[in-house]
C-alpha cells in the first residue's frame, strides 16, 4: 500500500518500487495475498490490512477521498470497526503497522538526502 500511494514521487525520483515494477499486475497479486493472508490467519491478516489502510489514510487532511470523507475522517471509522470487532488485535497490528511506516520514512528521508547532495 506504501508503494502504491508512494508511486508518484518514487517516479519523479526516477526510483522503482513494487506497484512500478508489477504496473498493472499489482493489484491482482496484492489481492492474491490478502486472500492467502485470510486463509492462513484471518483475524491477524483483517487487522493488519485495516491497520495499514487507517494509517496510510491518516495522514490525509485536506483531501477529500472517493467515499466524500476526508481521509482522517475514514481512519477514525475504520480504526473504530477494527477496535469494536478485533479488540487487542487491533491495538497490535496498528503498532506494528506504526513502526513500519516509521522505519520506510527513515529510509525515504536518508535516500532523498543523499539524492540531494549529488
Known amino acids: 500500500m506504501d508503494d502504491y500511494l508512494d508511486q508518484d514521487i518514487d517516479i519523479l525520483e526516477n526510483e522503482q518500487n513494487l506497484v512500478t515494477v508489477l504496473e498493472l499486475g499489482g493489484l491482482p497479486y496484492a489481492l492474491l495475498l490478502l486472500s492467502l493472508a485470510f486463509f492462513l490467519d484471518s483475524v491477524t491478516a483483517l487487522s493488519l490490512f485495516l491497520a495499514s489502510f487507517a494509517v496510510g489514510m491518516g495522514g490525509n487532511l485536506t483531501a477529500r477521498m472517493p467515499s466524500g470523507l476526508y481521509g482522517y475522517q475514514e481512519s477514525f471509522i475504520v480504526l473504530l470497526l477494527g477496535f469494536l470487532s478485533l479488540k487487542i488485535n487491533m491495538l497490535s497490528s496498528i503498532l506494528i503497522i506504526i513502526v513500519i511506516q516509521l522505519l520506510d520514512d527513515v529510509k525515504d ?6 539524492n540531494k547532495k549529488i
Open 109 to 114: 528521508y536518508k535516500r532523498n538526502k543523499i
